[in-house]
């Protein structure tokens, strides 16, 4: 069953100028992005910078105001409730970011940035509410005298690894994880995939990963979309992406992964200059004469493409 389906969803910010300081036009963040994602699974979203990954993650979970279109979790259209703080959507949608550095406030006590979510949402005494957090701290692999602690005290992944525990706090089933693993260095990325692997089994997690690391992503991800200028140039299963891409965006972003192998690295770099070329030479067949991409058509199953 789909836990989350986002249907033609618009984010529309408007550009302001003149004496007047009036409205001289849009920036089209997401432009028309439909999606679903079944419970329990993790759907990428990639694309280069500015191409509308956090505003579409910052509209699912109320941060960004939601210009036009729909959102069903759990089969019940919540869009007007999204930017309601006590909806009970509000507990079971959460988000994590890529820098834990300021997403923590620094004054506070690991203690308190936890139990933040549960102070705003469940009355809980004080004994309670350790309890809960030293559980949490658990979850993520931390030690409960971790709570006396400042966030400057941990390193990248450990301070990664609160800002999990506190977005777990209230028992969500959906995850918006936004670019977690870009600020950490390559070794510490793989743990904390992992760990992020391990609590959606063992908690039933549905997860939209946001990243514009191809590698990362094939790694987390079932299924795939491809984000441009706002809108899904490709979007499927994940093999169906990256065996068998089709949009010359896609396949320039799937030439740009770098080659573990030094024997390949000669015929990687051949590749990646053919499909330059390529990008230049039929970028008209993929944009149309607004420079805008098309809607997605379908190819064969779970296999969607953006084409004229
Ligand atoms: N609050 C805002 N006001 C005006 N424009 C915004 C706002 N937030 C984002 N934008 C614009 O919307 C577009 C999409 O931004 P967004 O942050 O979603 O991109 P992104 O894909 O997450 O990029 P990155 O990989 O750099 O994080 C950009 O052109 C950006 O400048
Ligand atoms: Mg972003």
Same mark, same amino acid.
């Given at each position: 069953?789909?836990?989350?389906?986002?249907?033609?969803?618009?984010?529309?910010?408007?550009?302001?100028?003149?004496?007047?300081?009036?409205?001289?036009?849009?920036?089209?963040?997401?432009?028309?992005?439909?999606?679903?994602?079944?419970?329990?699974?993790?759907?990428?979203?990639?694309?280069?910078?500015?191409?509308? $990954?956090?505003?579409?993650?910052?509209?699912?979970?109320?941060?960004?105001?939601?210009?036009?279109?729909?959102?069903?979790?759990?089969?019940?259209?919540?869009? !007007?409730?999204?930017?309601?703080?006590?909806?009970?959507?509000?507990?079971?949608?959460?988000?994590?970011?890529?820098?834990?550095?300021?997403?923590?406030?620094?004054?506070?006590?690991?203690?308190?940035?936890?139990?933040?979510?549960?102070?705003?949402?469940?009355?809980?005494?004080?004994?309670?509410?350790?309890?809960?957090?030293? !559980?949490?701290?658990?979850?993520?692999?931390?030690?409960?005298?971790?709570?006396?602690?400042?966030?400057?005290?941990?390193?990248?992944?450990?301070?990664?690894?609160?800002?999990?525990?506190?977005?777990?706090?209230?028992?969500?089933?959906?995850?918006?994880?936004?670019?977690?693993?870009?600020?950490?260095?390559?070794?510490?990325?793989?743990?904390?995939?992992?760990?992020?692997?391990?609590?959606?089994?063992?908690? $039933?997690?549905?997860?939209?990963?946001?990243?514009?690391?191809?590698?990362?992503?094939?790694?987390?991800?079932?299924?795939?979309?491809?984000?441009?200028?706002?809108?899904?140039?490709?979007?499927?299963?994940?093999?169906?992406?990256?065996?068998?891409?089709?949009?010359?965006?896609?396949?320039?972003?799937?030439?740009?992964?770098?080659?573990?192998?030094?024997?390949?690295?000669? !015929?990687?770099?051949?590749?990646?200059?053919?499909?330059? !070329?390529?990008?230049?030479? $039929?970028?008209?067949?993929?944009?149309?004469?607004?420079?805008?991409?098309?809607?997605?058509?379908?190819?064969?199953?779970?296999?969607?493409?953006?084409?004229?």
């Amino acid at each position: 069953m789909a836990l989350l389906e986002v249907n033609n969803l618009n984010v529309y910010y408007p550009i302001r100028g003149g004496i007047l300081g009036g409205i001289q036009g849009y920036v089209k963040a997401v432009d028309g992005v439909s999606f679903r994602i079944e419970e329990g699974e993790t759907m990428g979203l990639v694309g280069e910078s500015g191409s509308g $990954k956090s505003t579409t993650g910052k509209a699912i979970i109320g941060l960004a105001k939601i210009t036009g279109g729909q959102i069903l979790f759990n089969k019940e259209d919540i869009t !007007e409730y999204i930017g309601k703080n006590h909806s009970p959507y509000r507990k079971s949608v959460q988000m994590i970011f890529q820098d834990s550095y300021s997403s923590l406030n620094p004054k506070k006590r690991v203690l308190d940035i936890i139990a933040e979510p549960l102070r705003n949402f469940e009355k809980l005494t004080n004994a309670e509410e350790r309890k809960r957090v030293d !559980e949490l701290l658990d979850i993520v692999g931390l030690t409960p005298d971790t709570a006396v602690k400042y966030p400057h005290e941990f390193s990248g992944g450990q301070r990664q690894r609160i800002g999990i525990a506190r977005a777990m706090a209230l028992n969500p089933r959906l995850i918006i994880a936004d670019e977690p693993v870009s600020a950490l260095d390559l070794s510490v990325q793989a743990q904390v995939l992992n760990f992020m692997k391990d609590i959606q089994k063992r908690f $039933k997690l549905t997860y939209l990963f946001i990243s514009h690391d191809l590698g990362v992503v094939e790694h987390m991800c079932s299924t795939i979309a491809i984000m441009h200028k706002g809108r899904f140039v490709e979007a499927g299963k994940k093999e169906n992406i990256y065996r068998d891409p089709k949009h010359i965006y896609t396949k320039r972003l799937i030439a740009a992964i770098p080659d573990i192998n030094p024997r390949r690295r000669e !015929e990687t770099q051949v590749f990646r200059d053919k499909i330059a !070329e390529e990008y230049i030479q $039929k970028y008209n067949e993929y944009y149309n004469a607004n420079d805008q991409v098309y809607d997605l058509k379908k190819i064969s199953d779970n296999h969607y493409v953006a084409l004229p």
